[in-house]
């Protein structure tokens, strides 16, 4: 994973480990689906990459990208497929 500044194609920063996986901006962040099943969520910064949190959600190879609609994340492998509720809960009474 790389930042580059897209006027002057100067690196920023940059990550190993995630492979050919796909990434989608979130709210300011990155959603990062590494090739080995790892969902990432990074800060969407130049100043430096600030991995926020990691969970290993899939089995197999992941060439794609996670999707993301009405607070669930869906992600798919070569072996399995996931949907995550990371919607906020409300507080019980």
């Known amino acids: 994973m790389k930042c580059v500044d897209i006027a002057t194609g100067e690196a920023k920063w940059s990550k190993?480990?995630?492979g050919p996986g796909g990434c989608t901006l979130v709210d300011g962040h990155v959603l990062v689906l590494s090739d080995?099943?790892?969902l990432v969520l990074v800060k969407?910064?130049?100043e430096a990459y600030t991995e926020v949190t990691r969970s290993h959600v899939l089995a197999g190879?992941?060439?794609n990208y996670a999707s993301i609609s009405n607070g669930r994340?869906?992600?798919r492998s070569t072996k399995e497929?996931?949907?995550l509720d990371?919607?906020?809960r409300m507080a019980e009474r």
């Open 86 to 88: 990371v919607s906020p």
């Open 44 to 46: 969407a910064t130049p």
């Open 61 to 63: 190879k992941c060439w």
């Open 16 to 18: 190993e480990g995630f």
């Open 73 to 75: 994340i869906y992600a």
């Open 81 to 83: 497929g996931v949907c």
């Open 36 to 38: 080995a099943g790892d």
